[in-house]
């Protein structure tokens, strides 16, 4: 009898022990969101109108093309009040996608479309090439980044 219950006794302490480690599925503590790349501008001295003129007559409708077409999720644009020196940044610009592939992804047909819809605003690939260059005379990348928007989720 003494066997018996001590048999009895070692199997229930293994159970327990083997019910112990069993992991258990934890939920994760976040949701992954949206992809954003963030690129902040230093607009040069004296180039302001001529910034916000391109921005309106040629980055928007393209961006606003790509919103329309699914490549993008949203853009917008930001600004800085105040300056912390030469150099520092005072004009932001968000382009959103739905993930990290497409943002990263050399995919042929994203990329097809995407310059389908520079081709089409601009007329030319030398027209658009002209117009980036003077976009660049205007104001220089100060920085940029990727980030990843996150939901974090209730606790269980």
Known sequence: MKKICLSIFFA????IGAQAQTPTATPPATTPGNVSRITYFDILPGKGDDNMRHIRMNQMPILEEQKKQGLIV???FFTKTSTEG??????GLVITY?????????????????????????GS?????????????MRTVVRGYLVRGVTFNPMP
């Open 86 to 91: 030469p150099g520092d940044w005072d004009l």
């Open 74 to 76: 949203s853009y917008g």
């Open 12 to 15: 229930c302490m293994f159970a």
């Open 98 to 122: 739905k993930n990290y592939a497409e943002t990263l992804d050399p995919n042929a047909e994203r990329a097809a479309k995407f310059d389908a819809i520079g081709l089409k605003h601009y």
């Open 125 to 137: 690939a030398e027209a658009r090439t002209k117009a980036n260059d003077a976009a660049s005379a």
